[in-house]
C-alpha cells in the first residue's frame, strides 16, 4: 500500500500568522493591570533585598557609585519603574530597552559567577540564582512584548559597557564569591553584556513578527 505524502511544510510566516492569537493573548496576560502591579510590587521589594543583600559594600562604597556597584538592585528598580509606567497607562517609554537589556545581563552574570560553585551550594546560592534566572525571564517576556527604540537600545547598551569597563579595570564589580579567579568573573561580564543584547533584540524582532505595531497614545491595559 502506497504511503501518504506528506504536505509541503507552511511557510515561516504563515506559521507566525498561526501563532499570533496565542501572542495575543499572553499581551492581554502580561500587560493587564493587575499582573504589572503585582511584578511591580514584587520588584521593588527585590530590589529592596537587593540593596539590604550589598549593604556590608554599600558602606565602604561612596554613594555616588552605588548604583554601579549594586546592579542587579539598580536593574530591578528601573524594571520596577518601567512596570509602574505601563501600570498608570503611559505610552510606551523611549528607554524601556534599558531595564531590559540590564536585567538580562546581571540576571545571567549571577547565575554564571554563582554556577561556578556548583555542586557546593547552600539554601542562598539557590535564592539567587532562581531570582536573578526570573529577572532574565522577565526582561524576554516584556522585550517581546513592549516596543523598543534604537535609542534606548543603544543607551541600555552603552550603559552596560560602561559598567562593564569601570567594573573590571576600576574594581567596582560586587563581591565576588570566595575562590573565584576575577578574571572568570570578567570574562563572564563581557560575555553576559553581548549576550543580553542578543537576547533583548531578537526578543524585540519576535514581537514585530508575532503582532502588530501598537497605536499612538496610551498602552492597552487589559484585566485591571
Known amino acids: 500500500m502506497e504511503g501518504r505524502q506528506p504536505g509541503p511544510h507552511p511557510r515561516p510566516e504563515v506559521r507566525m500568522r498561526a501563532r499570533m492569537p496565542m501572542l495575543r493573548q499572553l499581551a492581554a496576560w502580561a500587560l493587564g493591570g493587575t499582573w504589572l502591579g503585582l511584578l511591580?510590587?514584587?520588584?521593588?521589594?527585590?530590589?529592596?533585598?537587593?540593596?539590604?543583600?550589598?549593604?556590608?559594600?554599600?558602606g565602604v562604597t561612596p554613594w555616588p557609585r552605588w548604583p554601579l556597584v549594586a546592579?542587579?538592585?539598580?536593574?530591578?528598580?528601573?524594571?520596577?519603574?518601567?512596570?509602574?509606567?505601563l501600570r498608570a497607562g503611559h505610552r510606551w517609554p523611549s528607554w524601556a530597552a534599558w531595564p531590559l537589556l540590564a536585567?538580562?545581563?546581571?540576571?545571567?552574570?549571577?547565575?554564571?559567577?554563582?554556577?561556578?560553585?556548583?555542586?557546593?551550594?547552600v539554601l542562598e546560592d539557590w535564592l539567587l540564582v532562581l531570582s536573578h534566572a526570573g529577572m532574565v525571564a522577565e526582561a524576554?517576556?516584556?522585550?517581546?512584548?513592549?516596543?523598543?527604540?534604537?535609542?534606548?537600545?543603544?543607551?541600555?547598551?552603552?550603559?552596560?559597557?560602561?559598567?562593564?569597563?569601570?567594573?573590571?579595570?576600576?574594581?567596582?564589580?560586587?563581591?565576588?564569591?570566595?575562590?573565584?579567579?576575577?578574571?572568570?568573573?570578567?570574562?563572564?561580564?563581557?560575555?553576559?553584556?553581548?549576550?543580553?543584547?542578543?537576547?533583548?533584540?531578537?526578543a524585540s524582532l519576535l514581537r514585530r513578527r508575532g503582532l502588530p505595531p501598537e497605536p499612538a497614545g496610551r498602552a492597552p491595559l487589559e484585566g485591571g
Open 40 to 58: 511591580a510590587v514584587v520588584n521593588a521589594a527585590g530590589t529592596a533585598y537587593g540593596i539590604w543583600w550589598y549593604r556590608a559594600q554599600l
Open 71 to 85: 546592579d542587579s538592585p539598580t536593574s530591578v528598580l528601573l524594571m520596577t519603574l518601567l512596570l509602574i509606567c
Open 103 to 121: 536585567c538580562a545581563k546581571y540576571g545571567l552574570w549571577t547565575v554564571a559567577v554563582i554556577g561556578e560553585q556548583f555542586p557546593r551550594w
Open 140 to 202: 524576554v517576556l516584556y522585550a517581546a512584548l513592549v516596543p523598543l527604540e534604537a535609542r534606548g537600545l543603544a543607551v541600555g547598551f552603552a550603559w552596560l559597557l560602561a559598567n562593564d569597563f569601570l567594573d573590571w579595570t576600576r574594581g567596582w564589580h560586587p563581591y565576588l564569591p570566595a575562590g573565584l579567579d576575577p578574571s572568570r568573573a570578567a570574562a563572564w561580564g563581557v560575555a553576559t553584556t553581548w549576550v543580553a543584547l542578543g537576547m533583548v533584540w531578537g
